[in-house]
Nanobody, 120 residues
Framework: QVQLVESGGGLAQPGGSLRLSCAVR????????MAWYRHAPGKQRELVAS???????NYADSLWDRFFISRDSAKDTLYLQMNRLKPEDTAIYFC??????????????WGQGTQVTVSS
């Protein structure tokens, strides 16, 4: 069974930085595209950034100059480096992975979410 385990959220001051991690746990899987989403209070969930298995990235228009998505294939881990944080970045951040296993085929798996709060 595949699980996505997130870490790295917390409280940051405006202008500060945080790095989120999302580790894929399980056995005998192949990771395809992975992505970060966020859900802020009173707003719809939105795509933050995605990265495919060739390293091609895609960002939300408003975030490309502050956020950076990367993955370490050797560690089966996805990262999101968030810089110059703003209060409006406050949200629960979720990672999602499209992952292939022999038993299930290709499915979307979600992490449990990690809270990011930007406040002075």
């Amino acid at each position: 069974q595949v699980q996505l385990v997130e870490s790295g959220g917390g409280l940051a001051q405006p202008g500060g930085s945080l790095r989120l991690s999302c580790a894929v746990r399980g056995s005998s899987f192949v990771i395809n595209t992975m992505a970060w989403y966020r859900h802020a209070p009173g707003k719809q969930r939105e795509l933050v950034a995605s990265i495919n298995n060739r390293g091609a990235t895609n960002y939300a228009d408003s975030l490309w100059d502050r956020f950076f998505i990367s993955r370490d294939s050797a560690k089966d881990t996805l990262y999101l480096q968030m810089n110059r944080l703003k209060p409006e970045d406050t949200a629960i951040y979720f990672c999602k992975g499209n992952i292939y296993t022999y038993e299930e085929g290709s499915l979307d798996y979600w992490g449990q979410g990690t809270q990011v709060t930007v406040s002075s």
